[in-house]
């Protein structure tokens, strides 16, 4: 299992997980250092081959509850084993007990998370998975066909 969590947690700031098969969500991480440095509040779990569903779904739960005022869940895939762990067990069930303090969108993009980092100090979260829909599809672009325009 993959996981990377914040040795500090803002209080604050609403929380960043991302979600995925593999290493994806670690190097989407590494990228958004690349890109802004340091930055609060963000965590990932990954899924491995020998990872035991069950306990990386457990796992899911408990990350999905370290952040106060509320997390931003990504999911690299819809219907993928990450997204159904993230419905099916007590991750999802707790997020929806905690009205408002979730979002989940599938489908993960760089230019998502940039967007929600930016947009966490002034939108609300029950705001924000609209705002995420439109940045992760405006961000899917034919390069060629962009640059015969």
């Keep these: ?10 209080s604050d700031c609403i929380g960043i997980l991302i979600c995925s098969h593999g290493s994806i969500g670690r190097s989407m991480i590494e990228a958004v250092q690349m890109i802004y440095g340091d930055c ?4 990932c779990i990954g899924l491995e081959p020998s990872d035991d569903i069950d306990d990386w779904g457990k796992e899911l739960g408990a990350l999905t509850e370290i952040f106060p005022k509320g997390t931003i869940v990504f999911l690299d895939l819809f219907g993928g084993t990450p997204c159904n762990q993230y419905l099916m067990n007590e991750a999802g069930e707790a997020l929806a007990q905690r009205d408002g303090q979730a979002c989940a969108v599938a489908g993960v993009n760089l230019s998502m998370i940039l967007e929600a980092i930016g947009q966490r100090e002034y939108t609300e979260l029950k705001e924000i998975s609209e705002i995420l829909d439109k940045a992760g599809k405006d961000a899917v672009v034919n390069v060629l066909q962009k640059m015969k325009k």
């Design 1 to 10: 299992m993959i996981r990377i969590v914040p040795e500090h947690i803002d």
């Design 40 to 43: 609060p509040n963000i965590a």
